[in-house]
Each structure stands twice: as C-alpha cells, then as structure tokens.
C-alpha cells in the first residue's frame, strides 16, 4: 500500500527550518509564548500546566501558592529608536486569584523577584526574547563595574532601578566624551578656517600693494616718454 505526501507537506517539510517559531516574534503572541517557555526554565516553578488560553495552573518555591494563574495583559514596548542595541521590553501583566494584602505583604520581597521573570527583552540581532536574568548578564559583560548585581537584585524592584540609572549615567558619560571629541575637532577646524582667512586677506593685501605698484611705475614710464618727446621737439 502507497502512502501519499500531499505536495503542500513536502514545502512545510522543506522550509519548517526557517519558519520562525512564536516564540521567535516581536509581539504579544511572541511575548507570551516565551514567556510560557521562561515560566516552565524557572528552576523554582513547581507546577505550570495551561488549563485553557491565558489560564494556567502554577505553584513555585517562592512563596506558597498553589493554583490559578491568569494572564491579564502583555504589553510589548518599543525602545528601538533610544537604544543603541535596539532592544524593546515585553511584560506579561498577571492575576494570581485568591491573594490578600496580608500575603503582599509578608512575601514582598519573593513576589517581587518572581514578578520580574514576568518581564523579558526582545533582542533584534538574536531575534529572541530574552530573560531579565540573560538580559542584564549581557549588560554587565558591556559595561564594566557591574560586579554588585546580585547585591542590587537583593533590593527587588529598587535594585533594577538603580542599575537602569547607572545605565542611563554611563551612556550620558560616552556621549558626552563622543560630544567633547566633536567639539575639540570643530574648534580645530575653525581655528583653521580663520588662518586660512587671515592668510587669504594678506595675500589680497600684498596684491594690492603689486597693483599699486605697476601704476606708479607706469605712470613714471608715461613721464619718461614725455620727457622724451619735448627733447625730441626741442632738437
């Protein structure tokens, strides 16, 4: 007995290898679905099970909590045009049903470090979304002193902050050593500028002085002539 390949199996089956995977997309769909994958990774996750679309069961080793976790929103915002890399920010906005005011409080800090995996960061050269955790080691191998990271994740939220403001201090510092650079090399050639003007009004001078010259001696050559003619006369 044959078995038939319908043509349009064998195209999928030709080209699957450059078909980008959701995962692999800079948007919600894309978001959430590495966020899914990012969840699962998390060697603190005790149990992430999809129930339905955007509804999973969830439990972890960070806090005790064990059931329904609802995905609310995600929010992919676009930092391409201000960012030398061209990276963007996705968050995953979620709901975990049931939690008091009571329990924020006493596992602020565990919430806290859980809801940063909530957020991840699109690379466009990899073309992947990328954990806060792969984000920031890719940052501290650019930028030097960024050694104290696990001290400023132990702050949660404030320690992101403090390491995005150093951040923005240190690309401030390069542009403006790349601004004072410029700045020395347009006062160079306008100092330049000058001399060559200087140079060109002199030179304009001494042309003058050239021309005033010729006339005087044209003018003494026009008397000599004249000279000449009345003792030609006079002879």
Do not use: C
């Not at 949660?156 to 601004?179: D, E, H, P, T, W």
């Not at 200087?198 to 001494?206: D, M, V």
């Amino acid at each position: 007995m044959r078995t038939t390949v319908a043509p349009s199996a064998i195209v999928l089956l030709l080209f699957a290898p450059w078909i980008p995977s959701a995962s692999a997309q800079k948007s919600e769909e894309g978001l959430l679905a590495a966020w899914e994958q990012a969840q699962k990774a998390d060697p603190n996750t005790l149990k992430f099970e999809r129930v339905k679309d955007r509804q999973y069961h969830f439990a972890t080793k960070r806090f005790p909590f064990d059931g329904d976790l609802l995905v609310r929103n995600g929010v992919v915002e676009d930092f391409s045009a201000v960012n030398q890399d061209g990276i963007s920010m996705g968050t995953v906005e979620v709901e975990l049903p049931g939690l008091t005011d009571n329990f924020y409080r006493t596992y602020a800090r565990s919430y806290t470090q859980w809801n940063t995996t909530n957020t991840l960061y699109w690379n466009p050269r990899t073309r992947e979304w990328l954990t806060s955790e792969k984000y920031f080691q890719q940052v501290r191998a650019r930028i030097p002193g960024l050694a104290a990271w696990p001290v400023l994740m132990g702050f949660g939220s404030l320690g992101i902050f403090v390491l995005i403001l150093f951040v923005l201090l240190f690309s401030l510092a390069q542009y403006n050593r790349k601004l004072k650079v410029i700045n020395q090399r347009s006062e160079r050639t306008l100092q330049i500028s000058e001399r060559n003007g200087q140079i060109a009004e002199r030179n304009a001078q001494i042309l003058e002085q050239g021309l005033k010259l010729q006339e005087a001696n044209a003018k003494v050559f026009q008397e000599m002539l004249a000279e000449l003619k009345k003792t030609s006369a006079g002879s």
